[in-house]
């Protein structure tokens, strides 16, 4: 049986010693999800767990479909759902304009990566958490430190990466192009950056994740609306129905920009893993 | 006519877990000029990669200095195409795209150069392979588009660093060929290295073998086994040919000489 699950139905026949891991996981992984609703269901309809600590998926259907109609916490689930990802899209947006830049600068340019090494390393493992305080002193509790936090957690694993993708170009490519007549200009932008938009992807979507997460983080002071606000605030009132169904959507979206991100990956870097 | 002049070439550079320098190449004097195929071979270190790079520009020589024409080589220029030994095309372009870039990066129009693409791509036998993309094809046309890709920009001189070693005999034969038939239209200056004896002769116009230690230049063969492969003669019937297995034999017994010098393989000592 174990020998049977382990090997997977989806590789082709007659291929028994193929690289482990073949074939596809998709109707897996719908099993798995379908599962866990069906457990959670029978948990709390058969009244094991109080309704405080896991209300039941109709509870917190109802509530998403008040959440949509009337609102929670004094807005619309669309108003939240706006104003969450108009944060973390713009500070994803700009840390895109800026991290790609910088990493892959740090990669051509030893100045630049003397620079902003000891800058980056030091503050990425930092939790966000523990910069907020600072961030709200020096910049208050508007919008701007809000994009800002989120920003800041998206800008070092975007910069490390392009960083990164700067040596996945061979030397080989840069004598190449510079035996073709390329000047230093040419070589950075139509080699180098093209080379390393494979480790940028794998940065943006890494980002894009590091991103939501730090979502509820930014909206811990002074928002009055946004996703990670309205869980927050429920949770004050022990709504858990509302805890629920605000993070679910968070992660329906986080996964929707990845899967988003992956599709994009497909068609504009079709030559990922096949040099 | 075009000439490139090697003159008392050489590179020392620091040793990296010693303090002892390591002359990598010392004094080296080659001549090439348009027309002329010229090959190196030797033992492993013996500095035919060096001296390329120091051809192409890749490095800058520390002794003498190389000429090409009334200029000095002091950088990498389009006027000596490189093919290499791992095709180092560029994956995100396809074959035609890749053919031309050169070309695009000197700011050549559209139209031109992909006129001037479509004709090397045509003389490298992938006419029908334009869209395809790089890492669809097969070793010996990666190969092919590489060869292509540095004759488009049209320089004065072909360098060429084991650009078969990875391919299969067999393909390697057709390479061989097709490569002669470019070097007799082009009449380029064409510097070629190989670690096969055979395709060396069978190559070149003129052969120059290295030695290891200081890397130099020891021996030096003009050869006419590709005027015979051009005037008509087969491959094979050069290749067997009597007068190429006695200079092969030669050539062969000047490097196992020196791989045994070297130290190379254990067998050779028995």
Request: hydrophobic share 50%.
């Amino acid at each position: 049986m174990l020998e049977r699950i382990s090997r997977g139905r989806s590789v082709q026949p007659g291929k028994v010693y193929g690289a482990p891991g073949d074939g596809k996981s998709g109707h897996i992984s719908l099993i798995t999800a379908l599962a866990l609703i069906g457990l959670w269901s029978v948990i709390t309809g058969m009244g094991w767990v109080k309704p405080l600590f896991l209300p039941s998926p109709a509870a917190v259907w109802q509530k998403f479909l008040l959440a949509m109609t009337e609102g929670v916490s004094n807005s619309t689930l669309i108003q939240h759902t706006a104003a969450s990802l108009g944060r973390v899209l713009g500070a994803f947006l700009f840390a895109l304009v800026t991290a790609v830049p910088v990493g892959i600068l740090m990669g051509v340019n030893r100045v630049v990566r003397g620079l902003f090494d000891p800058i980056i390393e030091f503050y990425r493992p930092l939790p966000p958490l523990a910069y907020l305080p600072l961030i709200i002193i020096w910049f208050g509790i508007g919008e701007f430190p809000k994009i800002f936090l989120i920003y800041l957690a998206i800008f070092a694993p975007m910069a490390i990466a392009a960083r990164a993708g700067v040596r996945s170009v061979s030397i080989e490519q840069i004598h190449a192009a510079y035996a073709m007549g390329a000047t230093r200009a040419q070589v950075i932008f139509q080699v180098i950056l093209r080379a390393a938009m494979p480790e940028i992807f794998t940065g943006m979507r890494i980002g894009i994740g590091v991103g939501w997460t730090t979502l509820v983080a930014a909206e811990m002071v002074a928002a009055h609306r946004g996703l990670g606000f309205m869980v927050l605030n429920a949770a004050e009132f022990l709504a858990s129905d509302t805890v629920i169904m605000g993070i679910v959507v968070i992660g329906g979206f986080a996964f929707a920009f990845d899967l988003m991100l992956r599709y994009l990956e497909k068609i504009l870097i079709p030559w990922k893993g096949k040099v | 006519m075009q000439t490139l002049k090697i003159s008392n070439v050489g590179l020392t550079y620091p040793g990296l877990y010693t303090d002892q320098a390591v002359v990598a190449l010392n004094g080296v004097n080659l001549e090439i000029k348009s027309g002329d195929f010229v090959v190196a071979l030797g033992a492993s270190g013996c500095g035919k990669t060096t001296l390329l790079n120091l051809m192409a520009g890749f490095l800058s020589p520390t002794d003498g200095e190389i000429m090409l024409g009334e200029r000095r080589v002091q950088g990498p220029g389009a006027d000596r195409g490189v093919v290499f030994q791992k095709h180092a095309l560029l994956p995100w372009l396809n074959v035609i795209e890749n053919t031309e870039f050169g070309l695009k990066l000197r700011g050549v129009d559209r139209k031109t150069r992909r006129e001037i693409a479509r004709k090397n791509l045509e003389l490298v036998g992938l006419k029908d392979f334009h869209r395809h993309m790089i890492y669809h094809l097969s070793g010996g046309m990666q190969q092919r588009v590489g060869i292509a890709r540095a004759l488009t920009c049209d320089p004065e001189m072909l360098l060429m660093d084991e650009p078969m070693a990875a391919l299969d005999a067999l393909t390697r034969e057709t390479i061989q060929e097709l490569l002669l038939r470019v070097w007799n239209v082009t009449s380029k200056m064409f510097f070629f290295i190989t670690h096969s004896v055979e395709e060396a002769l069978f190559l070149g116009s003129r052969l120059i073998v290295m030695s290891p230690r200081p890397g130099r230049i020891t021996h030096t063969y003009d050869l006419d086994f590709n005027r015979r492969f051009l005037a008509g003669e087969s491959s094979r019937t050069v290749k067997s040919s009597r007068s190429f297995i006695e200079m092969r034999e030669e050539v062969l017994g000047i490097i196992y000489g020196d791989e045994r010098q070297s130290g190379g393989p254990k067998i050779l000592h028995a």
